[in-house]
């Protein structure tokens, strides 16, 4: 297969994704809507400023506004990424997937496409958000909004990996649903999204533990430094690392022709 045909099929899986986004318009309002009922309304009950934390250009006290933004880029590109996992398991409900599988390409680069069309999607959003987010006196360095964009784009690949791996374990649409619940609110809460985790180490010593072994930490630490002009070296190899390896068994583990095989009379 020549490189051309690699593209081609990922500017016709990009198109679907964009597609189904734009015929899905609530979808998008619902991802800005969330985290700026958290900015406007939570944010305003912790009017205080956050000391000593290592955002460039900020070394001492920051606004609480500040601090979250990045934790609520990070909750917009985990909802799109389970929201997109969630449509694969319909897809493959549906029998959609079966048209993906006549393409010669291997299945691994249908996967992978499908990964960077919903973190492409995620952007979307995210600079929507970003932008809206100046009207909350948050407003980071123009080049902080260029300089996110791999953080996003990682992070999106990373928590969409999760989201397709869990595809490839459960069977039934609704199962899904339910299992969306137990990972996305305890990924959210049990990190750095919403408090340093040097007050969460004050607060419970095993809580603080928790929130360090949580990879979306580090995802939203990512996120927070960049858009800052900073980096963290911590936040970057967890990052793209645990992307690497949910990717890499995310693409092993998803069998649609022995899913849909399996709901067949004889099958078994």
């Not at 734009?22 to 944010?43: G, H």
């Not at 499908?114 to 970003?130: D, E, M, T």
């Not at 100046?134 to 969409?160: D, E």
């Not at 583990?253 to 022995?258: A, E, L, V």
């Amino acid at each position: 297969m020549t490189a051309s045909a690699y593209f081609y099929c990922f500017l016709g899986v990009l198109k679907r994704e964009l597609q189904r986004f734009v015929q899905q318009r609530t979808r998008f309002v619902s991802a800005l809507v969330r985290p700026l009922l958290w900015l406007a309304v939570f944010a305003a009950g912790f009017r205080t400023t956050l000391d000593g934390l290592a955002i460039p250009p900020h070394h001492g006290a920051i606004s609480y506004e500040v601090y979250i933004v990045p934790g609520l880029v990070g909750i917009i590109v985990l909802f799109n990424s389970m929201q997109s996992s969630l449509s694969m398991v319909y897809d493959r409900e549906m029998g959609s997937m079966r048209i993906l599988l006549t393409s010669p390409l291997p299945r691994s680069w249908l996967l992978i496409s499908r990964l960077f069309s919903s973190a492409l999607v995620s952007l979307l959003q995210v600079y929507a958000f970003l932008l809206i987010a100046r009207l909350f006196a948050v407003t980071p360095p123009a080049w902080g909004y260029l300089a996110a964009f791999p953080a996003i784009v990682c992070s999106a690949i990373l928590l969409g990996a999760l989201g397709l791996l869990l595809a490839s374990i459960i069977d039934q649409l609704e199962n899904f649903a339910g299992v969306m619940n137990f990972v996305v609110f305890p990924l959210f809460f049990l990190s750095s999204a919403l408090y340093p985790l040097s007050q969460m180490r004050e607060a419970s010593e095993w809580v603080y533990w928790l929130c360090a072994a949580n990879p979306f930490t580090y995802a939203v630490e990512f996120v927070r430094h960049s858009l800052w002009l900073g980096f963290s070296p911590s936040a970057f190899w967890v990052t793209t690392t645990v992307a690497v390896i949910l990717t890499t068994a995310a693409v092993i583990g998803f069998d649609p022709s022995r899913k849909m095989l399996a709901g067949r009379p004889g099958a078994h």
